[in-house]
């Protein structure tokens, strides 16, 4: 009888240990392993209500969230795609004006053509001192309809780098 015992305890000792392993796998992505600071930005991120904000008229999809560590570049992202008929310098005109009344202030954008749409990266980029290390970026022409669609998104690295320096695609 104590042999069943001990074999049993054995056996669910192991099984305790594999499961905890698979566990700890399942937190980890193309990035590395999931942090709880990494867990904590994102959720802070979905909840922010900049990503609520879209041109008149507009239509917005559900928001996406990735972390990090599910990311191999290790940059995560928070965004939404949004749809627009008036054009994209109309888009990009609304949130060069909405985004200062929130904090964000824009720190690069594209000066070779600003409304340029082409798939190679965002179109402008803001920053907010109150949320470090993490970018708001605003790519046009992203989409399953590059005419009427784009992009908004918070990206920021694992390491929370420097903002529009170390998360602006250009």
């Not at 049993?8 to 594999?18: D, E, G, S």
């Not at 060069?96 to 929130?102: F, L, W």
Request: charged share 25%; net charge negative; glycine share 10%.
């Amino acid at each position: 009888m104590r042999q069943v015992v001990r074999t049993i305890i054995a056996f669910t000792a192991a099984l305790a240990a594999v499961l905890g392993l698979v566990a700890c796998d399942t937190q980890r992505g193309a990035g590395g392993r999931c942090t709880s600071a990494d867990e904590e930005v994102t959720r802070g991120l979905e909840d922010n209500a900049v990503l609520d904000l879209a041109p008149p008229g507009a239509t917005v999809s559900e928001r996406y969230a990735k972390m990090p560590c599910q990311d191999e570049d290790k940059t995560g992202e928070v965004g939404r795609q949004v749809s627009s008929s008036d054009g994209h310098e109309s888009v990009l005109a609304f949130y060069r004006s909405e985004m200062p009344k929130h904090g964000w202030s824009l720190v690069r954008q594209r000066e070779d053509e600003p409304g340029r749409v082409n798939g190679d990266g965002p179109n402008q980029c803001y920053e907010n001192p109150s949320v470090p290390g993490v970018a708001l970026v605003l790519s046009v022409g992203h989409g399953e309809n590059p005419s009427t669609d784009s992009h908004l998104a918070f990206r920021f690295k694992a390491d929370r780098g420097s903002g529009c320096a170390d998360n602006y695609r250009s």
